[in-house]
């Protein structure tokens, strides 16, 4: 079993669509809820990040479940498994859900089914906060705030995980051949189709084809943040919740201005950012 989790706005739903695509992955498809995820599927635990949720449901203490919890018990391990089990065709070799909360619920999912692993996507978090300011209220410091308590959660459970990778959204969409293979194998599985185009994943209007700092699928939310900084108390404003973000935006390799990617402070964000761990 996989879970795969990230912030919204972060690539989930399209690396889920792109790994239910192999003939040995089973996704949800079809259910009726809510992008397919998991989360809207069971009663086991609760749903966090309905609606106005996506970009607060980091900050909210029931979003980060562990292996301490009371929710873990042999009677509600029975009960997610038969939440999911009907949307899944268990013939395949990897049974595959999606939802966003995951990030934050690994060491629960983790002592609920043991031999679970995780694919976990991280995207620059100005470029995060910009996509889901456009369908939320909240404000942007608070989006970049609730980027790095997120991560930060992350980071602390990373140790306690058996098998977890971390995907980074800027490197699926410029290769996106690279990284299915990447998760292919971490799954334990050959690449079926290589010759994939962005345009398969993601909108072409979000890609400008190229890997450099400042290019790529992020472009138009860094330009829409930096015009958001042409008033002097604006970019006050902006630079405060920069700096509150950028140690933590560092450890994922993250550089907040100018925005861009370099390689990850976090020694084990590193590793997971190469193969995984197992």
């Known amino acids: 079993m996989v879970f795969l989790g990230g912030l919204h706005r972060s690539g989930t739903t399209m690396l889920a669509r792109l790994l ?10 079809g259910t009726g809820v809510p992008a397919d995820e998991g989360q809207h599927l069971q009663a086991v635990y609760p749903v966090v990040s309905q609606g106005h949720q996506a970009g607060r449901f980091a900050l909210l203490p029931e979003a980060h479940l562990t292996e301490r919890s009371a929710l873990v018990t ?35 999912l ?24 456009k369908w939320s209220a909240t404000r942007p410091h608070a989006l970049l705030a609730h980027w790095t308590a997120a991560h930060r959660t992350l980071r602390g459970d990373l140790p306690s995980l058996q098998r977890a990778m971390i995907v980074r959204y800027e490197h ?8 299915l293979a990447r998760v292919f194998r971490f799954a334990g599985l050959d690449d079926h ?10 909108n072409r209007d979000n890609f400008a084809g190229d890997r450099t700092p ?8 860094f330009d829409s943040w930096d015009a958001r900084r042409r008033s002097l108390a604006r970019r ?14 560092a450890r994922f390799g993250y550089a907040m201005r100018p925005p861009g990617e370099r390689s990850p402070s976090d020694p084990l964000v590193a590793r997971l950012l190469e193969e995984g761990a197992a």
């Open 20 to 29: 239910a695509e192999h003939p040995q992955v089973s996704g949800f498809d």
């Open 74 to 108: 042999d009677q509600n391990r029975r009960a997610l498994w038969e939440s999911w089990r009907p949307h899944w065709d268990e013939s395949r070799q990897v049974l595959l859900e999606k939802s966003p909360p995951n990030l934050l619920m690994t060491r629960f």
């Open 110 to 133: 983790q002592a609920m089914f043991p031999d679970a692993s995780f694919v976990l996507v991280v995207r620059h978090p100005i470029a995060v906060s910009a996509a889901t300011q």
């Open 214 to 221: 400042r290019g790529g699928s992020n472009q138009r939310y």
């Open 236 to 249: 006050a404003y902006l630079d405060l919740a920069e700096r509150r973000c950028r140690p933590e935006a």
């Open 193 to 202: 189709a290589p010759g994939r185009s962005v345009a398969e994943g993601v």
């Open 172 to 179: 699926l969409v410029a290769d996106p051949d690279g990284e």
